[in-house]
T-cell receptor, first 115, second 112 residues
Framework: AQSVTQLGSHVSVSEGALVLLRCNYSSSVPPYLFWYVQYPNQGLQLLLKYTSAATLVKGINDFEAEFKKSETSFHLTKPSAHMSDAAEYFCAVTESGAGSYQLTFGKGTKLSVIP | KAGVTQTPRYLIKTRGQQVTLSCSPISGHRSVSWYQQTPGQGLQFLFEYFSETQRNKGNFPGRFSGRQFSNSRSEMNVSTLELGDSALYLC???????????FGPGTRLTVT
């Protein structure tokens, strides 16, 4: 069974500050990992994915994440927060080669950006 | 390419009724997955269809069912609605072997 833990249901940062959203996963097989963003009343938008290539993954809007197998982590970072980054962020995992694309999501982290 | 579309966007139903939600995937995507999103339980996997076959199912009661048509469009049905079924229902489509799921805007179901 796989699971995802996102530390901090709510994170506040100042505009221009570093954004760090934490994600730890549990998986019995090599995982594929994803970060999604959700704006109010919208669906989920894929920010980036890790599928066993480079451990440092770059995504859209200057977001990036690093896969650390020893720490079972996949934290999301952005060097400088913009007001438009205020949204809810979800980390998700799926099992590679499982014959299904089912995603298991964390509970989400709501990011607030203070002007 | 057009994105994933879901209809209707909003629905209000009464307890005991049934409802059908529709999802049209991105052209060429043969996998469609459904998720339920609630404030309490978060995002939970309902089921996945690939080439008209259900190949995975989440831990939901039998009142929740789905199907996929030959053009990859998918529907999900919930019978005998309960108040707890009020949620945002999200559909996602996946291009084979990419593992990237592209989500639609969702259908907001309210059960009164």
């Amino acid at each position: 069974a796989q699971s995802v833990t996102q530390l901090g249901s709510h994170v506040s940062v100042s505009e221009g500050a570093l954004v760090l959203l934490r994600c730890n996963y549990s998986s019995s097989v090599p995982p594929y990992l994803f970060w999604y963003v959700q704006y109010p009343n919208q669906g989920l938008q894929l920010l980036l994915k890790y599928t066993s290539a480079a451990t440092l993954v770059k995504g859209i809007n200057d977001f990036e994440a690093e896969f650390k197998k020893s720490e079972t982590s996949f934290h999301l970072t952005k060097p400088s927060a913009h007001m438009s980054d205020a949204a809810e962020y979800f980390c998700a995992v799926t099992e590679s080669g499982a014959g299904s694309y089912q995603l298991t999501f964390g509970k989400g982290t709501k990011l607030s950006v203070i002007p | 390419k057009a994105g994933v579309t879901q209809t209707p966007r909003y629905l209000i139903k009464t307890r005991g009724q049934q409802v059908t939600l529709s999802c049209s995937p991105i052209s060429g995507h043969r996998s469609v997955s459904w998720y339920q999103q609630t404030p309490g339980q978060g995002l939970q996997f309902l089921f996945e269809y690939f080439s008209e076959t259900q190949r995975n199912k989440g831990n939901f009661p039998g009142r929740f069912s789905g199907r996929q048509f030959s053009n990859s469009r998918s529907e999900m049905n919930v019978s005998t609605l309960e108040l707890g079924d009020s949620a945002l229902y999200l559909c996602a489509s996946t291009e084979r072997d990419s593992y990237e799921q592209y989500f639609g805007p969702g259908t907001r179901l309210t059960v009164t």
